[in-house]
Nanobody, 127 residues
Framework: QVQLVESGEGLVQAGGSQRLSCAAS????????MGWFRQTPDKEREFVAA????????TYGDSVKGRFTISRDNGKNTVYLQMNSLKPEDTGIYYC????????????????????WGKGTQVTVSS
């Protein structure tokens, strides 16, 4: 069992920065791949970023490459998403996800299923 709790909800001006956190707990939380998705009411789920359990590999969605950075602190079982140069289209609910076996390069695939999800945190970017 793994529980995921996101934090970092807030309102940010376009061009600004914000950091999201996802804290994992449970008996398997130290050896799982983790990442982020986002959702708006009129769009499909969109992949944002993922990182391997060791932190040695990362991957990003095309829309955030060069602006967002994912990292993790295994001592705290926490994954971070540093968001820079934010745009209004980055607005949405950001969900933390985790999986014990799925290759992070498959996280972008439509319909991919994940073992664990957080409840989400709202990010609003104003123009």
């Amino acid at each position: 069992q793994v529980q995921l709790v996101e934090s970092g909800e807030g309102l940010v001006q376009a061009g600004g920065s914000q950091r999201l956190s996802c804290a994992a707990s449970g008996p398997s939380s130290s050896s799982i791949n983790m990442g982020w998705f986002r959702q708006t009411p009129d769009k499909e789920r969109e992949f944002v970023a993922a990182i391997t359990w060791s932190g040695g590999s990362t991957t990003y969605g095309d829309s955030v490459k060069g602006r967002f950075t994912i990292s993790r602190d295994n001592g705290k079982n926490t994954v971070y998403l540093q968001m820079n140069s934010l745009k209004p289209e980055d607005t949405g609910i950001y969900y933390c996800a985790a999986d014990s076996s799925m290759d992070i390069w498959n996280w972008v695939l439509p319909g991919a299923e994940f073992e664990y999800w957080g409840k989400g945190t709202q990010v609003t970017v104003s123009s």
